[in-house]
């Protein structure tokens, strides 16, 4: 199955999820665990909360994995728009918390503004968007083709020229400048919307 095309591999995924193989659960669980962790890490930018939205989108695929279709994307896709999802709800969720209770001892605040240092709704709104244009870029790099990702690596990382990254590549300058220039209109779509594709608000909310 490992050698298998990914969209062949996304619709047997889907089936054995669908009979309700628990070993098809774990595989799903080992490819793209890291992947959900660090995108709910980047938007939560809290280890406890990022595990928990990583229990809750597993545990929605394994519900219902029907909720995936194939037509509209790749299955790490579908795994990533969930994991954004679910994290930008629960950080909603928290800023929502801190504003009822600014004292943090239970009491009700007043007004619109978060007990996180002091941040209106628009503040909370702003950081939402930064968070997830940060995670949706993080996504978009490690989902390139590598030649594009090492080409981004080696210019925005490592401070290397075109002519620098060129010679480390191996390749020749025009290469490197096509690289670059793919890798940056990738790189430009971070800030497009996701697809509305993931869990229910608030799935999970027991685990």
């Known amino acids: 199955m490992a050698n298998d095309a990914p969209p062949r591999w996304d619709r047997r995924m889907q089936q054995r999820l669908a009979r309700g193989e628990a070993a098809a659960l774990g595989e799903l669980y080992d490819r793209f665990a890291s992947l959900v962790h660090n995108l709910a890490h980047r938007v939560l930018e809290d280890e406890e909360a990022a595990d928990r939205v990583t229990r809750e989108v597993f545990g929605y695929a394994w519900e219902n994995p029907d909720a995936y279709d194939p037509q509209q994307g790749s299955l790490r896709s579908w795994i990533a728009t969930l994991a954004h999802r679910q994290a930008v709800h629960r950080l909603r969720e928290a800023e929502a918390r801190a504003a009822a209770d600014p004292a943090g001892d239970g009491t009700a605040g007043e007004g619109a503004v978060a007990a996180r240092g002091g941040r209106t709704a628009?503040?909370?709104?702003?950081?939402?968007?930064?968070?997830?244009?940060?995670?949706?870029?993080?996504?978009?790099v490690t989902s390139m083709p590598a030649p594009l990702r090492a080409a981004l690596e080696l210019a925005?990382?490592?401070?290397?020229?075109?002519?620098q990254t060129a010679a480390e590549l191996g390749v020749t300058e025009d290469e490197a400048r096509r690289r670059l220039r793919l890798g940056l209109q990738l790189l430009s779509t971070a800030r497009a919307p996701l697809p509305e594709a993931g869990p229910p608000p608030g799935y999970g909310r027991a685990l």
């Open 156 to 163: 925005y990382f490592d401070r290397r020229d075109y002519r």
């Open 122 to 140: 628009e503040d909370i709104e702003e950081r939402i968007r930064e968070a997830s244009v940060a995670a949706r870029a993080d996504y978009i």
